[in-house]
């Protein structure tokens, strides 16, 4: 069963990133071991940090230790928020040798409006890729009008679910194959 870390990129509690989070967690538990972090915990990334903040030695741990990550981002102003960039920013230290380097990351965006997050997605991936991680190519996974779509803290969509699914489940394929 593969370990996966899951990162919501927005700090709101009711935030729609974080449904879709705790949607893939709750309804495909059988299929991975999941955890979380919450990016908000990180200070401002500052290079001048030494010893490095526990909770970003936490951060890059948890990524070191798992098979792969699910980052949900929302879109904010044309691109990804800055706490989820600040999270990466940390844990992409040192350069291109980072906890970052060649592991796999599943990407699915989410937005209050009809395109879904689509240029935070070309954002993320941008940026993932310059940290050496291997983002999973597939379909983008976007959940447009995303805040009409969560019930109780959970993405209530079944049409999207079912895509969402096929997506998680193809991730965690090629992590098996390796």
């Known amino acids: 069963m593969p370990r996966i ?5 927005s700090l709101r509690a009711a935030a729609s990133s974080r449904a879709v989070v705790e949607t893939i967690c709750a309804k495909l538990a ?4 999941f955890s979380r972090f919450d990016i908000g915990s990180l200070p401002h990334y500052n290079a001048d940090f030494d010893p490095l903040p526990d ?6 741990q948890a990524i070191a230790d798992a098979d792969g990550l699910i980052i949900v ?49 070309a954002h993320l991936k941008n940026i993932l890729g310059g940290v050496l991680a291997h ?16 019930r109780d803290g959970y993405l209530a969509d079944e049409a999207i679910e079912v895509f969402l699914f096929e997506a998680v489940r193809a991730f965690f394929a090629s992590l098996e194959r390796g």
């Open 30 to 33: 059988t299929e991975a071991d």
């Open 135 to 150: 983002t999973f190519v597939w379909q983008e996974v976007i959940v447009t009008h995303a805040n009409t779509k969560v």
């Open 73 to 121: 981002t929302p879109e904010y102003n044309y691109s990804v928020p800055g706490v989820l960039k600040n999270a990466i920013d940390w844990a992409s230290r040192p350069g291109y040798a980072s906890v970052f380097k060649a592991k796999p990351v599943f990407i699915a965006s989410v937005s209050g409006g009809a395109l879904g997050g689509v240029r935070a997605q």
């Open 55 to 60: 909770t970003v030695v936490a951060l890059k």
């Open 5 to 9: 870390l899951c990162l919501a990129g």
